[in-house]
């Protein structure tokens, strides 16, 4: 499981020059300390998988609530200020930059965070939120505010987030 992340990073980013490399990546730590503190919370160990991530925050700059769902193939590059809400799911090969975030609207315990399906590229500093859906090989430019549900293919960019 953990060679696959790291081999991620490498394809990921031209920066990264072996897999050993890759050990040094925000992006290795955040996925290692997220999947130790999401079967923890999934064994309803709340408070635990809660000190697992706030070190892990501290550590890569990059906060998952335990919660969230994250699918497999997915990157993290830069990762400061990387943001994940609860129920956030984040299918398959998707790439994400410095400065996102994956937020809620609604302080109540329903479905409040997006889901982003796969193969989808989210740029640096976007805001997501709410309860909404971004469709299959979407782009999310930077710094985008989105929070109306986005087609497959589409490209979204602005404040408020509109298609290309």
């Excluded at 790439?95 to 937020?103: D, M, S």
């Excluded at 985008?144 to 987030?161: R, S």
Aim: glycine share 10%.
């Amino acid at each position: 499981m953990f060679l696959n992340i790291r081999k991620k990073i490498k394809e990921e980013d031209p920066s990264i020059h072996s897999l050993f490399e890759s050990f040094f990546h925000p992006w290795f730590w955040a996925y290692f300390y997220y999947k130790i503190s999401h079967y923890l919370y999934l064994k309803s160990h709340y408070s635990l998988a809660r000190i697992i991530m706030n070190h892990a925050k501290r550590k890569t700059g990059i906060e998952i609530h335990p919660g969230a769902l994250i699918g497999k193939n997915c990157f993290i590059d830069h990762g400061a200020g990387v943001v994940i809400g609860e129920t956030t799911i984040i299918e398959d090969n998707v790439i994400i930059y410095q400065n996102v975030t994956l937020g809620g609207t609604k302080n109540t315990q329903e479905k409040r965070h997006p889901t982003i399906k796969k193969n989808v590229m989210i740029g640096s500093g976007a805001k997501i939120l709410g309860n909404i859906t971004i469709g299959e090989n979407a782009k999310i430019g930077a710094n985008a505010v989105v929070t109306k549900d986005v087609l497959p293919n589409e490209t979204i960019v602005g404040i408020p987030g509109k298609p290309l």
